[in-house]
């Protein structure tokens, strides 16, 4: 291979994976020097150098062209070396662009094809690389097949070996950010601020908003004309339910806005715990607790605060204390009745709550 030749592979090579030229140029002087000391021995001064312009390969030897040394004749052994490191190099520098490209796009969404389905991981061409989307980080009732076309979000991003692992998720709390952001031009932007965000893959999310322009309202704009904003991003979550929620930095108002629909009569809140005991009328009971408890546990990942939901009746329940039989016999009915109605028979937070009625 002449120079000219050596300069328009290098061009080509730079063209289509993007790699530095001065990357593959050392990469190849790498690969000669190493051929050359096992065709010629180990010469610690020797060093090899290509013309940038033209290509010519010239041999050193300290501050001497080396004219004893014919890299046309280097043997099979020793091209074949070459050959190797050059690959190896060419890897490498391959890998270290895509890591480049990549791990500046952490927590932001790529679109992708899935390529194939393995150990349960969904294997995603993004075009230049592969990305993966772990079983955990799967949307629960999700399918995919060969050839689907799948939006995810970058979670992580590292060097494994000779490859860059892609690590992506669509069921971050971040997948549904990034999609208000695609979505809603003022969260863009920043006029609109994204505060908090709850989610339970699949079934349900909270998304706290507020406004840094009183013109613009933060829940209108999040839900569109007719609802055509907040339609695209649960169509992508297939379905999931999205509760936009008005931030406010008064907890006990926050903690409201984020049990609607139900109406709450008194919020009571143990700061040092981080408690908040909510009381609601008792057709509001279930409204507020949601389906399997989703709707509190929901609202309190989104305030900080443990909500316990109790109802005026189960108050009274808790207030009598055991002492007389008389006292024992008037609890016992109390909780017959409860567990015998529609009413739930004890107070609940967001982990036990068995609520029968989703909210909103």
Not at 147 to 156: E, P, S
Not at 159 to 182: H, T
Not at 279 to 306: H, P, T
Request: hydrophobic residues 40%; negative net charge; charged residues 30%.
């Amino acid at each position: 291979m002449n120079g000219q030749e050596l300069i328009r592979l290098i061009d080509t090579i730079h063209r289509d994976k993007d790699i530095d030229k001065d990357i593959l140029f050392e990469g190849i002087e790498a690969a000669l020097l190493t051929a050359a000391r096992k065709k010629y021995g180990e010469r610690p001064n020797l060093q090899i150098e290509i013309d940038r312009e033209t290509g010519e390969i010239i041999p050193w030897e300290g501050e001497e062209e080396a004219t004893d040394i014919d890299l046309k004749d280097l043997g099979r052994i020793a091209a074949q070396t070459a050959k190797q490191v050059i690959i190896q190099r060419i890897r490498d520098a391959e890998r270290d662009v895509i890591y480049g490209d990549y791990e500046h796009k952490v927590y932001s969404i790529v679109t992708g094809t899935v390529q194939r389905i393995e150990g349960g991981n969904v294997i995603v061409n993004l075009g230049r690389a592969e990305g993966i989307i772990p079983r955990h980080e799967k949307v629960r009732g999700e399918n995919y097949n060969p050839g689907d076309r799948v939006k995810a979000i970058i979670y992580d991003v590292k060097k494994v070996g000779p490859k860059v692992k892609i690590m992506l998720s669509r069921s971050a709390p971040e997948m549904v950010q990034k999609l208000f952001e695609l979505e809603v031009p003022e969260i863009a932007d920043h006029v609109i601020e994204v505060k908090a965000i709850a989610r339970e893959p699949g079934f349900r999310t909270k998304l706290a908003v507020v406004s840094n322009d009183s013109r613009v309202d933060c829940v209108g704009a999040c839900v569109g004309i007719r609802g055509t904003r907040i339609k695209s991003i649960t169509d992508e979550l297939n379905g999931e339910k999205i509760d936009i929620i008005r931030w406010s930095d008064n907890l006990p108002e926050l903690i409201v806005n984020a049990l609607r629909p139900a109406v709450i009569s008194n919020i009571d809140l143990d700061e040092r715990n981080k408690v908040a005991v909510v009381l609601v009328a008792d057709d509001q009971l279930s409204l507020a607790i949601g389906r399997k408890g989703q709707n509190v546990r929901l609202a309190s990942r989104l305030s900080g605060f443990e909500i316990k939901i109790q109802s005026p009746t189960q108050a009274a329940v808790a207030d009598i204390e055991p002492g007389s039989a008389e006292d024992l016999e008037t609890r016992a009915a109390t909780e017959a009745l409860l567990q015998g109605g529609s009413t739930p028979p004890a107070s609940h937070t967001n982990e036990d709550s068995k609520g029968t009625s989703d909210a909103g």
